[in-house]
C-alpha cells in the first residue's frame, strides 16, 4: 500500500478503534435506545450522499455535452457507489437508497423521524441550513457532523472530499457496524428486521471492494503533493472527531433518557 495511506491508517487507528469500540453500542439494551441511537445517525446517512455526489459531480462528467473526465478506474468506483447508495434492492427487491430503507427501518422500530424529515423539508425549500437546524431542532451534534461534511464539500477540494469518504465513511463503515450488529437480532428480532438488513448490505458492499477502491482513489488524487496528504489527513482526523462527538452525544442521550 502507498506509504501515505498507510502514514495516514497509522496516525488515525487510535480514534478509528475508538469509534468501533465506542461505549455507545453497549448502552442500547432497549428498544427505545435504539430509537435514540437511529435519530442521531439517520443524519450521517443522510450528508453520506451529498459527500458522494460532491465526488461524482468533481471526478466524473455530469454536464452536456458529456467529455471524459478524470480516470475510468476513478468514475467506476464513484458511480458503482452511486448506484448501491441510491439504488440498490431492499428486502423485498424493490429498488430504494440506503437513506429511504433507514428511514423505513426508523418507522419499523418506532423511532421519531420528524427532525430529520423536517430538516430535509427546510433544506428543501431554503437551502438554509441553520434555520433547518432551528425549525427541525436537530441535536446539536449532528448539526456540527453535517456541518463539518458540507464544510469539506465547500472546500471545492477533491482530496478532501476523498479522504474523509474513505477513512471516515467507507473504510471506517464495517468495522463500526459490526460493534452495532452485534446481538441486535438477538434484543429487538421483531422490530429491527429492516435495520439488520440495512447494517448488513454496508457490511457486504463496504466490507473489501468499495474500500479498497476508495483507498485507491484518495492516493491517486494526492498523488505526490505532500501538502495534499498533509491536509487529508487533518481533514481525517477532524472527522473521525466529529463521529466520536456524534456518538457521545447518542450516549448521553440514552442515559439521560
Known sequence: MNEHLEKIKTTIEPLRLEIINHKVYSAIENLDDLKIFMQYHVFAVWDFMSILKTLQNNLTCTNVPWFPKGTADTRHLINEIVVAEESDLDVNGNRKS???????????????TYQIEKFIEVIKTTGDFELAFAESNTPKEAQDF??????????????????????????????????????????????????????????????NHHSNL??????????????????????????????????????????AN
Open 214 to 255: 476508495a483507498l485507491e482513489m484518495t492516493s491517486k488524487l494526492c498523488g505526490t503533493n505532500e501538502q495534499f496528504w498533509n491536509e487529508a489527513e487533518h481533514a481525517t482526523l477532524e472527522s473521525l472527531q466529529k463521529r466520536i462527538e456524534l456518538w457521545d452525544g447518542v450516549y448521553n442521550k440514552i442515559k
Open 98 to 112: 440506503h437513506f429511504e430503507m433507514y428511514l423505513e427501518a426508523m418507522k419499523q422500530c418506532g423511532a421519531d
Open 146 to 207: 453535517v456541518n463539518f461534511t458540507f464544510k469539506i464539500i465547500g472546500s471545492n477540494k477533491s482530496y478532501l472530499q476523498s479522504s474523509i469518504f474513505t477513512f471516515g465513511r467507507e473504510d471506517l463503515i464495517p468495522g463500526m457496524f459490526f460493534s452495532i450488529v452485534n446481538d441486535i437480532d438477538k434484543k429487538f428480532p421483531h422490530s429491527i428486521s429492516l435495520f439488520k438488513y440495512y447494517l448488513e448490505r454496508h457490511i457486504e458492499l463496504d466490507g
